[in-house]
Nanobody, 121 residues
């Protein structure tokens, strides 16, 4: 059974940075892509950044050049470094794992509990 636990959320002013950390368990290495999704009130959940087992990455357009996803396979940890944060980045952020690398939430197999990110202007 895969379990994902996020940490690192919080409140920051626009232009600031945060790093989200997701620690996994359950033989994730080599088996699952990992990713970060977010959901703001009234919005659908969207894929923000994903990283495959071999390190290939994908980002939604709105975060390219600002967010960086990385993973430590030895520790089953995935990171999301978020720089130059904007108020529109405010949302609940979820760590995710799945067998098919995709930013489509329907293809996610496992979810973390989520952490709140709030960016004030």
């Amino acid at each position: 059974q895969v379990q994902l636990v996020e940490s690192g959320g919080g409140s920051v002013q626009a232009g600031g940075s945060l790093r989200l950390v997701c620690t996994g368990s359950g033989y994730i290495y080599g088996n699952y892509f990992l990713g970060w999704f977010r959901q703001a009130p009234g919005n659908d959940r969207e894929g923000v950044a994903v990283i495959g087992c071999g390190g290939a990455t994908g980002y939604t357009d709105s975060v390219k050049d600002r967010f960086t996803v990385s993973r430590d396979n030895a520790k089953d940890i995935v990171y999301l470094q978020m720089n130059n944060l904007k108020p529109e980045d405010s949302a609940m952020y979820y760590c995710a794992a799945g067998s098919a690398m995709s930013r489509n939430p329907a293809l996610v197999s496992y979810w973390g509990q989520g952490v709140q990110v709030t960016v004030s202007s």
